[in-house]
Every structure is written in C-alpha cells, then in structure tokens.
C-alpha cells in the first residue's frame, strides 16, 4: 500500500471479503464440528493471558482511583465500585478482549492461512472441490466472533474481584455493599451494548486475520510477514471498530 490508492483498494478488498466470509460464518453455525476445535484453541490459549490482564486491570484502577477520590471529597471512596464498574465493563473489558484476540488469534490465523497458501493446500482444496471460504474461513471467523465474548466475561469478572479482593484488604466493605456500589449508577441499557462490541470485535479479528493470510506473499518470509501484519492490522480495526460503535451508541441514545 504505497499510496492512498492502494489503501482504498485494499480496504475495499477487505470489506468485499469481510461480506463473503460473514454470510460463510453463519452457514457455519449448524456445522458445529467445524468451529467448536478452532473456538476452544482460541478460548483455552488466551485464558492465562486474560486472567492476568483482569487482575492487573482491577488492582491498577483499585490502586490509582483510591487516593485521588480520597482527596476529592470524603465520602468519594465509596463510589470506586462504581468508577470500577463503568470502567471495567463499559470500556477496559470489551477493548481489553478484542486486542488480546487480535495479538493471539489474528497472528495465528495470519500465519495458519498464509502457510496453507504456501504449501498449497488451499489450491488442493479448490481441485477436489471443497470451498475454502466455506471450510477454513467461515468457521474460524465464527470461532472469533464466539470466543471474544467469552475473554470479555472472563477478563470483567476477574477485574471485578481483584478490586473486591483488594478493597477488602486494604479497607472495610462486605460482597453486598461492594455489589450495591459497583451497580449503583450502571443499567442494563449501558452494559448491555458495551459486551455486544466484543461480537464485532471477534468479527474484526477472524475476518482481517484471515484475509492477511490469504494475501500474504509466498515463501516462509511471507509466512512471518503475515502473522505480524495481522496483528497490526486487527488492532488497528479492533480500536476503530471501538470509536466508531461507541459513537454510534451515543448518538442513538
């Protein structure tokens, strides 16, 4: 992409695949047999890293929120369940999910795709003719859109309760009045739509992984190349898909 030229052809290059391999991920749905193995590498393979990320998500906010409510009024501590609740759940925890699927996944399927078009399996595919976009794509988009959500839940749940834990330690509440505070000011309406991004987030990544594989050059460089592009690339669409679906919400609100 050497030029704005090549840069809106290869956006539209990718939204033109972006169409075909959704409309494939969803003839997909009833094929369990053929995303249930790509959604649990996914799932398994980035549960450490989204453990850590919500431990260190809600201890750092704990640590950072704490003393500066401290200091805005005296009885501003008592809403840090709440400031920890609309962080983690309406923007840490969703954005925190697609960028740890984008780093994991779209490598993986940057690298897998671009391999099998190198050692042209995917070409065999097309001679015994079996579809590529309907065996390989479709499913593992389907696999990213399903496995986002899940990193979401895991990561907000354990950002949750390592603020819980540590404002047990370091001052006084009880799971009722934690519970009480951390959904004071939260509604459905708020927290509902925020998890929703994390389908367009696993929509984003499968779909962009993919097609960077599927356009890497040959060889074994390629190969590399392509892993690291699909990072770039799905992080990159994981943050603007952010922007843009938060803005819309606002609007329509």
């Known amino acids: 992409m050497s030029s704005p030229i090549d840069a809106l052809a290869w ?24 995303w249930v193995r790509p959604f649990h590498g996914m799932v398994v393979g980035a549960l450490p890293l989204a453990g850590v990320a919500g431990l ?27 400031f920890l609740a609309a962080a983690v759940l309406l923007e840490l925890a969703p954005v925190g999910a697609g960028l740890i699927a984008a780093a994991r996944t779209g490598a993986s399927l ?8 190198v050692g042209e399996q995917l ?11 309907a065996r ?15 990193l979401h839940v895991l990561i907000a749940t354990v950002a ?3 603020g819980f834990v540590a404002e047990v330690v370091a001052g006084q509440t009880t799971p009722l ?10 509604y459905l309406a708020d927290v509902l739509p925020a998890g929703l991004k994390t389908l367009a987030f696993g929509l984003v990544v499968g779909v962009a992984g993919c097609f960077v594989g599927l356009t890497a050059r040959e060889g074994s460089e390629g190969v590399g190349r392509a892993a690291t592009d699909a990072v770039v690339v799905c992080s990159l ?6 922007v843009l679906l938060v803005g819309a919400i606002k609007a329509l609100a």
């Open 11 to 34: 956006v539209g290059r990718l939204a033109a695949f972006g169409a075909r391999a959704s409309a494939a991920a969803l003839l997909a749905l009833p094929r369990y047999h053929l």
């Open 56 to 82: 260190a998500i809600g201890v750092v906010i704990w640590l950072h929120t704490r003393d500066v409510l401290a200091r805005a009024a005296p009885g501003a501590v008592e809403y840090l369940p709440t």
């Open 110 to 117: 940057g690298a897998e795709l671009a391999s099998m078009k």
């Open 123 to 133: 070409d065999a595919l097309r001679l015994l003719g079996v579809s590529p976009l």
């Open 136 to 150: 390989l794509i479709g499913p593992r988009v389907l696999a990213a859109v399903l496995a986002v959500p899940v």
């Open 160 to 162: 949750m309760g390592s």
């Open 177 to 186: 009045r934690y519970e009480t505070a951390a959904v004071r000011e939260l």
């Open 237 to 242: 669409l994981v943050l603007a898909a952010d």
